[in-house]
T-cell receptor, first 112, second 112 residues
């Protein structure tokens, strides 16, 4: 059974903390993505990567960075968490072009 | 620019048929995806259309008209478990076909 695994389902952090969200996929996919999902705004792309060591900004990269040191792992970093980063974060992976994306279960992050 | 529009909410009765519409604007067309997302869970792939017409998969069918920039998802014999959000998505114009742009989703409520 193919899988995208996010390290935490729920997370509560304080304003100003550095936060790491981890995502691992076991399908040998080249492409990995980080989205955030907010009511009324849908899924918005934060960062994506098509290869190891490669990263590209999505629609809303401000306040975030990513790391892809290994093909199966894509980490999202909140450099200094703020309350407006309270959201559901979804990681996804896919193979090649025009292929379906597989999503992780999501991390609901609350910044207090 | 790229845009996807779909209704925010719909309600339908168990056993009935419901059609969820999606209109899109994109400069280069590479197909249209539908995903299902139950509350608190990850989106899961339903269908991908690149040619005009209707594609059927059990109780779910997806239709595409490229000339009209229009797609719909048809759910037959509705069941309570079909209560979910349905996301329409298209490959992004600027970053290539590996990467999806999502609509805000249609939340479907099935009532007895």
């Amino acid at each position: 059974d193919v899988k995208v695994t996010q390290s935490s389902r729920y997370l509560v952090k304080r304003t100003g903390e550095k936060v790491f969200l981890e995502c691992v996929q076991d399908m040998d996919h080249e492409n990995m993505f980080w989205y955030r999902q907010d009511p009324g705004l849908g899924l918005r792309l934060i960062y994506f990567s098509y290869d190891v060591k490669m990263k590209e900004k999505g629609d809303i990269p401000e306040g975030y960075s990513v790391s892809r040191e290994k093909k199966e792992r894509f980490s999202l970093i909140l450099e200094s968490a703020s309350t407006n980063q309270t959201s559901m974060y979804l990681c996804a992976s896919s193979s090649g072009q025009l292929s379906e994306a597989f999503f992780g279960q999501g991390t609901r992050l609350t910044v207090v | 620019g790229q845009n996807i529009d779909q209704p925010t909410e719909m309600t339908a009765t168990e056993g009935a048929i419901v059609q969820i519409n999606c209109t899109y604007q994109t400069s280069g067309f590479n197909g249209l995806f539908w995903y299902q997302q139950h509350a608190g869970e990850a989106p899961t792939f339903l269908s991908y259309n690149v040619l005009d017409g209707l594609e059927e998969k059990g109780r779910f069918s997806s239709f595409l008209s490229r000339s009209k920039g229009y797609s719909y998802l048809l759910l037959k014999e509705l069941q309570m478990k079909d209560s979910a959000s349905y996301l329409c998505a298209a490959p992004r114009e600027e970053t290539g076909a590996n990467n999806l742009f999502f609509g805000t989703g249609t939340r479907l409520t099935v009532i007895p």
